[in-house]
């Protein structure tokens, strides 16, 4: 079965900064994998999505991740931090026929 | 552009009610996901429909159930409501499986 690993729960940045989340997979084959961001009391929205055209993949808001299959890894970056970014963050793979696994989630503070 | 719609955004039961869940999803779509995300939790994945069939079954107590309609619309029922069912509950809709999904805004569910 697919499961993603999110190995940070809370990452805290100042604005400005660089920001790495990180997930790791696990799969016996490429799977595809999501980030969605969810801001405090709002829906899941889809950050950015790997579905094996390019390991690398841009997404809203300035962020991108990079599928790396040697290391199992999909983290998400962005370059330079805004405090709207401030949310919650799953990393998600499909599992099964119809089932979307979510990490336990990392959340992100942005410090001023 | 449509996204998915579910109502009621928030619904207070008392302990041992009856709850009905509805979601819409987007055109076409012709997967639904439902979720369960307990206060600073992940979301848990509790069942999908395809074509109207379910097609997986993750945590879903034997209180609650759910089935797709004809315009693939899908409601949730929840019987014997308990404390620990409050959560927000989000749908969310996909096109064929390992997709991404797009999620509604989710019901807000306190039992007291």
């Given at each position: ?43 899941l929205q889809l950050l950015l999505k790997y579905t094996s055209a390019a390991t690398l993949v841009k997404g ?53 | ?112």
């Open positions: 079965a697919q499961s993603v690993t999110q190995l940070d729960s809370h990452v805290s940045v100042s604005e400005g900064t660089p920001v790495l989340l990180r997930c790791n997979y696990s799969s016996s084959y490429s799977p595809s994998l999501f980030w969605y961001v969810q801001h405090p009391n709002k829906g809203i808001n300035g962020f991108e991740a990079e599928f790396k299959k040697s290391e199992t890894s999909f983290h998400l970056t962005k370059p330079s931090a805004h405090m709207s970014d401030a949310a919650e963050y799953f990393c998600v793979v499909p599992s099964r026929v119809n089932d979307m696994r979510f990490g336990a989630g990392t959340r992100l503070t942005v410090k001023p | 552009a449509a996204g998915v719609i579910q109502s009621p955004r928030h619904l207070i039961k008392e302990k041992r009610e009856t709850a009905t869940l509805k979601c819409y999803p987007i055109p076409r779509h012709d997967t639904v996901y439902w979720y369960q995300q307990g206060p600073g939790q992940d979301p848990q994945f509790l069942i999908s429909f395809y074509e109207k069939m379910q097609s997986d079954k993750g945590s879903i107590p034997d209180r609650f159930s759910a089935q797709q309609f004809s315009d693939y619309h899908s409601e949730l029922n929840m019987s014997s409501l308990e404390l620990g069912d409050s959560a927000l509950y989000f749908c969310a809709s996909s096109s064929q499986g390992y997709t991404e999904a797009f999620f509604g805004q989710g019901t807000r569910l306190t039992v007291v």
